[in-house]
């Protein structure tokens, strides 16, 4: 049975690290231009995979690194049919304004709005070439603290207007978020989306802490909040949007098997749910890879399809332009012939 082509599918892609998005090809240059060894990588759970991470992030260090990674980047997801992508990027890891405890300095002779500059250059660049258009979720990371959150917060405030749309907690769960709140109340209070990481490492308390610390807009992963049907029905009821990666779920080990992924059952409680990569560079699975397996897994239709491409136009911090260009390229997308 034919099929509609998932690549012509217009779609956001929200959930998704700028340095874990890179090329492999263009990491593996980078490393060999600051006689770095190759980057490893080998993980089987989340602290390891931190590790390989933050080896492949620390070969960005000079700025025309920077702006070919957010460029290609931009290209990458106009070529997975992606009408606006929201990676989550750090441009106070990538200054020389770090607050953060363990925090490596790439670009040395630039400040944070230098380092967010370049990445704006690339991003621009890639714009242009490809249509695709770009929001920014400033990150920060449980596991460098809390000094400079409140810092970088404001940060993402005062750009809320120059590219920054939201702003996200990324790290180890088993730090609780408690102590990110007042950044994230400035966040918030700005405009800006709010997006914590949780549900993944961590089960339903670490979605729950979550919502009671930060009042998210969206949860990074949530996928663990199948284990508390009352969780379930309040993610619903509010339509808190789960930002869900099934490969990096199945090579991080949060599930155990794509037949057994916790998809179906946020489905079934009416959650709404965005498709993403995670972490591309590392998990081997483009945007459309994901739109493919779930869709094969669990014999999803066009129109289920649709729909998760929709909650992705409509949860995103794109310009309200941007989000009704998609949400009605989805629908000549569904009165398309099939395909594939």
């Known amino acids: 049975m034919k099929r509609r082509s998932i690549v012509r599918l217009p779609k956001a892609h929200l959930h998704l690290h700028l340095e874990g998005s890179a090329r492999p090809s263009t990491i593996k240059e980078l ?47 106009a070529a997975q049919g992606v009408w ?39 991003f621009a660049e890639g714009t242009r070439a490809t249509g695709t258009e770009v929001g920014l979720m400033m990150g920060i990371n449980r596991g460098f603290g809390v000094d400079g959150t409140v810092e970088a917060a404001r940060f993402a405030a005062r750009n809320k207007d120059n590219g920054i749309v939201a702003f996200g907690i990324a790290g180890d769960e088993r730090i609780p978020p408690e102590p ?17 990481h949780a549900g993944e490492a961590m089960g339903p308390e670490s979605v729950w802490a979550a919502i009671k610390s930060t009042f998210p807009h969206r949860i990074a992963h ?51 749910i965005t498709l993403n990569t995670d972490d591309q560079l590392f998990f081997g699975a ?7 397996l779930v869709r094969d897994t669990f014999n999803l239709t066009d129109g289920q399809l649709a729909d998760f491409a929709r909650v992705s136009a409509r949860a995103s911090g794109a310009p309200e332009h941007v989000k009704q260009r998609i949400l009605k390229g989805i629908d000549a997308w569904l009165e398309s012939e099939p395909d594939e």
């Open 84 to 122: 606006y992508t929201e990676p989550m990027g750090v441009p106070q890891y990538l200054g020389n304004q770090h607050p953060f405890r363990g925090a490596q300095i790439r670009l040395k002779e630039f400040d944070t709005d230098g380092a967010w500059a370049i990445m704006q250059e690339g």
């Open 222 to 272: 949530g996928v663990r909040a199948v284990e508390d049907p009352f969780l379930l029905s309040y993610l619903s009821d509010h339509q808190i949007t789960c930002d869900v990666a099934p490969t990096s779920n199945l090579l991080l080990g949060v599930a155990q098997d794509i037949e057994l992924h916790q998809l179906p059952k946020l489905m079934d409680a009416g959650v709404p």
């Open 31 to 77: 490393a060999e231009l600051e006689g770095m060894p190759d980057v490893e990588q080998t993980f089987s759970n989340l602290p390891e995979f931190v590790q390989v991470y933050a080896k492949a992030a620390a070969v960005i260090k000079r700025p025309e690194s920077l702006k070919r990674i957010c460029r290609e980047l931009v290209e990458d997801e």
């Open 286 to 292: 483009l945007i459309c890879d994901e739109y493919r």
């Open 180 to 196: 990110f709140a007042p950044a994230c109340h400035i966040a918030r209070e700005a405009g800006l989306l709010v997006v914590p």
